[in-house]
């Protein structure tokens, strides 16, 4: 499957973004999904999953309460909406199909793509 993540975007503390995720080459139903982030000089970090029909969702601390993940299968889209944004949500965002019980992406996944930068100012 290829993935493409955009809606990023520069704003300020306190604001909000909504990402999309399309998908092309296979159906996105196919796949529990996930969001990814990674910040310059830190390790990619685990953000939002969500089970292939959306019934499930999972957050870390780190942005439970402030971001919601959503699919809509029709569209063969995902999205993450982030409200209440914070300097240290500054990253680049990249979406995945995932294994959802441990947060880790597919092991046959390799094309993450160049990813949505997000960049929220103080």
């Known amino acids: 499957v290829q993935l493409q993540a955009s809606g990023g975007g520069l704003v300020q503390a306190g604001g909000s973004l909504r990402l999309s995720c399309a998908a092309s080459?296979?159906?996105?139903?196919?796949?529990?999904m996930g969001w990814f982030r990674q910040a310059p000089g830190k390790e990619r970090e685990f953000v939002a999953a969500i089970t292939w029909g959306g019934s499930r969702t999972y957050y870390p601390d780190s942005v439970k309460g402030r971001f919601t993940i959503s699919r809509d299968n029709a569209k063969n889209t995902m999205y993450l909406r982030m409200n209440s944004l914070k300097p240290e949500d500054t990253a680049v965002y990249y979406c995945a199909p995932i294994n959802y019980y441990s947060r880790t992406p597919r092991a046959d996944f390799t094309s993450w793509g160049q990813g949505t930068q997000v960049t929220v100012s103080s």
């Open positions: 080459g296979r159906t996105l139903s196919s796949y529990d």
